[in-house]
């Protein structure tokens, strides 16, 4: 099975069936903030969760915290996190 | 001797506008191009504050229907890939500001040259000007076209010669280099480079290394201009070619491998020195200075044609202006017109500097969204530089917050470095 390819609506997608949402999953853009002060305000449990989310759906594992940190920024970063780490560049 | 009422020096957009302009108003014009064209040249992205002017010239629908490839807007990737930042012009401007176009100059000149002449502009094509004589109610000038040495004279001249700064340099302006460090670039096109999904496939892909950054821009259905952008200082002491460096960075970073990966260029590779200037004075009593010629930044924001096309413009209404009365431009036009100039190279200047400050870049990369940064910031790179009071406050409050960043951080920190590969995956 070839690995899909992640797109803005399938990480709306992730993120609607692991986290609590607290907003309509169309009002979150690529450059939303997910984590923090002004953010959708997901925690430290849903970040949990889209991390194995998705090592499942795209194979790449997000096990440096560090890393987690930089690309669960907004779902634009991840998506390009994402990209290049399914493409083999990372 | 054959007279005009201008002469315009420089057949590239800048000069072209003009010309364009002045002619359509009923001026004489005559426009002298050294290179004979069409001639490769980089700056190869507007943004849409170029396009009242392409608009209000008549050239939009030329420029639109020409097979360039359409930009709706820019994207800042880290070179590690672990963070990125995408504006779309749609989402916070005005329609008529919503897209762009990547062009390939040699094409895109070529159209506005064209323009030129067809409103009656006319044009020497490969002369090159060779001095000049600024006199109280003329100017004359020698050109060199097929051997010949030739004279013409004209009540006013601007020059659009750009980084040759003809003018400049025969009236011995005094300039500044604002500060910045040279810069050294090298450049060619590709075929093969990856590109984003639609529909943001046109975006200008800015790649950030910690000390250098690359440009990715997408000029039609196969071909990509792709160009590294370091110090002059940190180039020399690699102690490398060009296309060495080159092909190092292209294999260190990961954003460079995904882009590049399949990558074959398809010509030659360039180099160039980008040294910053800005001559104090862009105008006096007969004479303009226009894009290039008037001053050149950092091209990080993709200002070049934008800033040649808006002050091409400025200039043509300046010198339209003084001719109405028959007579020069006063002290008071000369100086309204370097101030317009300075102004816009200005707004341009401030984003430059908070570029390369690896601490302000932090806040760029994640403007604080409740204070409505982002559409600021995005106003700033569509390069709108008559910000409205609302737009000017938020985009004071962001440089406040890239000084502050350097203390405090208000923004989360990056991370340049490139981690060791991991085991690829297998398609």
Known sequence: ?90 | MTTYDTIVIGGGPGGSIAGTILAQRGQNVFLLERERFPRFHIGESLIPYANDVLREVGLWDKIANAGFMPKLGAEFTLGNARGSQRFWFGRNLASRYAQTFQVERSKFDHILREHARESGCEIAAEAKAETVHLEPNHVTLTYQQNNQRQTVQAKYIIDASGRDTFLGRQLQLPKSDLGLPKKFAIFAHFHHVRRNDPPAEGHISIVRLEDAWCWIIPLDAEKTSVGLVQSLERFKNRKESAEECFARAREEHAELRYRMGDAVAVSDFFTTGDYTYRYHQAAGPRWLLVGDAAGFIDPIFSSGVMLALRSGKLAAEAVLHAAMKNRQLTAFEQNRYSRQVRHMTEVFYKMIRMFYDNRAFEVFMNPIPWLKLPQAVNNLVAGNTELSFFLRLRVEIFYLLCFWQKRHRVAPPLDFSEPARRTPVTA
């Open chain 1, 1 to 90: 099975m070839s690995t899909p390819v992640p797109m803005l609506e399938d990480l709306r997608q992730l993120l609607v069936e692991n986290c609590m949402l607290k907003v309509a999953p169309e009002e979150i853009q690529e450059e939303t903030p997910l984590f923090g002060p002004g953010s959708i305000g997901l925690d430290s449990i849903d970040a949990l969760q889209i991390t194995v989310a998705v090592e499942k759906k795209y194979g790449v594992s997000i096990q440096d915290p560090e890393l987690a940190r930089q690309i669960l920024v907004n779902l634009g970063s991840l998506r390009t996190w994402l990209l290049r780490s399914t493409a083999g560049a990372t």
